[in-house]
Each structure stands twice: as structure tokens, then as C-alpha cells.
T-cell receptor, first 113, second 115 residues
């Protein structure tokens, strides 16, 4: 049973456009929601993360929007650049020392020049 | 930058061989993880550890085994490699979530090809 559903599977955006990736979760115990970015041949790296006490978090061109009632969160990449082309994974975990991250299946983003 | 290392980076080996993938971190993290990932595909947790002498199986059943004798070291072993084991193996570590250190730091991965 997949507990974090991510969409779309792939996304093509023109340079300067907005990239939007969505995730939905089922487990109401989740309270930590990170996004990871992975370039080919590399391990994933934390991009930005949010907790449910805020509805939005912005770091540079990257913004997480969080809707607790809908159990959804999304990543927005403003002014998308070719260097943003990568695979993006959303994830979620409960606030417990014995918990692990549940990852979405990933979105392959291609930003065309 | 994360201080987590994996060796080898690439491994081509014949069926039936025993292999050990190495993972080390210098961040003093208690929690460590192994993921299996086909290129560009989803991450599957196969093993994790809460600390020394702790090992747990992940969501994806795996024929591999792990050990955690030292905090910084979390090797993964396949006793008899098969072509179905061909994949990328990613190691990660994280600190205490109670201290806001739940970020998982990933190593660069080991790409395994079993012929």
C-alpha cells in the first residue's frame, strides 16, 4: 500500500516557467514532509522540507504548499531553469525516533531551454 | 555537504559471487539506511538501523543482509549475487529527529551489475 502518491510521473516545462509537483498522503500521523532532488548518477539530496504547523515554506525559487485538511502538499519551482532538470521525490514521516521516510515514486522534470 | 561514502561506486560481478557494499558516515548519525533504486525510479527501503547492533528489514524484501557493529559503518552483503540483484544501492544516514535532525543524507550509490 503506497502511502504517498506523487504526480505527475514526468513533467516538461519551458525555461522560466513554473514546475508543480503534487503529493498526497494517507497517514494522519505524518508530520514531516521533505522534498528530495536527485541528479543522474547521484544520491538524492534534501531540497526543502515543511511541517504541518505552516501552510507554505519558501526557499529561493522553491516553495512547498501544504494543505493539512486535504492531506496534500506540493512543490513549486518558480522561474524553472535547465539546471533544475532532475528527479524529485516527496516523502513523509511521523515524528518518531523509530520512523522511516515514506517516499513517493518520483517525478522526472525536464526544463527545456 | 554530506559526509557519507559508498564503495565501490560501480561493480560488475558474475552470478554466484559474494559481494559486500560498503557505507560509512562521519556525521555520528545513529540511523542508517539502505535503499534499492533502478535508475530514475522509486526508492525502495531494504534495510535500516537505529544504532549499533540494531538492524531492521525495510519495505522491500531483499536477499541481502546488513550488520551494524560500529556507528559509522553499515555494510550490505549479498551471499550469492544473481542478475535480479542488478540495481543501484543507496546508503543514507540521519540524526535524531527530536533534535530536528531527521534529514536523510544519501551517499553517491553503488551501481551493481550481475552477469
Amino acid at each position: 500500500q503506497q502511502q504517498v502518491k506523487q504526480s505527475p510521473q514526468s513533467l516538461i516545462v519551458q525555461k522560466g516557467g513554473i514546475s508543480i509537483i503534487n503529493c498526497a498522503y494517507e497517514n494522519t500521523a505524518f508530520d514531516y514532509f521533505p522534498w528530495y532532488q536527485q541528479f543522474p548518477g547521484k544520491g538524492p539530496a534534501l531540497l526543502i522540507a515543511i511541517r504541518p504547523d505552516v501552510s507554505e515554506k519558501k526557499e529561493g525559487r522553491f516553495t512547498i504548499s501544504f494543505n493539512k485538511s486535504a492531506k496534500q502538499f506540493s512543490l513549486h519551482i518558480m522561474d524553472s531553469q535547465p539546471g533544475d532538470s532532475a528527479t524529485y521525490f516527496c516523502a513523509a514521516s511521523p515524528n518518531s525516533g523509530y520512523s522511516t521516510l515514506t517516499f513517493g515514486k518520483g517525478t522526472m522534470l525536464l526544463v527545456s531551454p | 555537504e554530506a559526509d557519507i561514502y559508498q564503495t565501490p561506486r560501480y561493480l560488475v560481478i558474475g552470478t554466484g559471487k559474494k559481494i559486500t557494499l560498503e557505507c560509512s558516515q562521519t556525521m555520528g548519525h545513529d540511523k542508517m539506511y539502505w535503499y534499492q533504486q533502478d535508475p530514475g525510479m522509486e526508492l525502495h527501503l531494504i534495510h535500516y538501523s537505529y544504532g549499533v547492533n540494531s538492524t531492521e528489514k525495510g519495505d522491500l524484501s531483499s536477499e541481502s543482509t546488513v550488520s551494524r557493529i560500529r556507528t559509522e559503518h553499515f555494510p550490505l552483503t549479498l551471499e550469492s549475487a544473481r542478475p535480479s540483484h542488478t540495481s543501484q544501492y543507496l546508503c543514507a544516514s540521519s540524526g535524531d529527529p527530536g533534535q530536528g535532525k531527521e534529514t536523510q543524507y544519501f551517499g553517491p550509490g553503488t551501481r551493481l551489475l550481475v552477469l
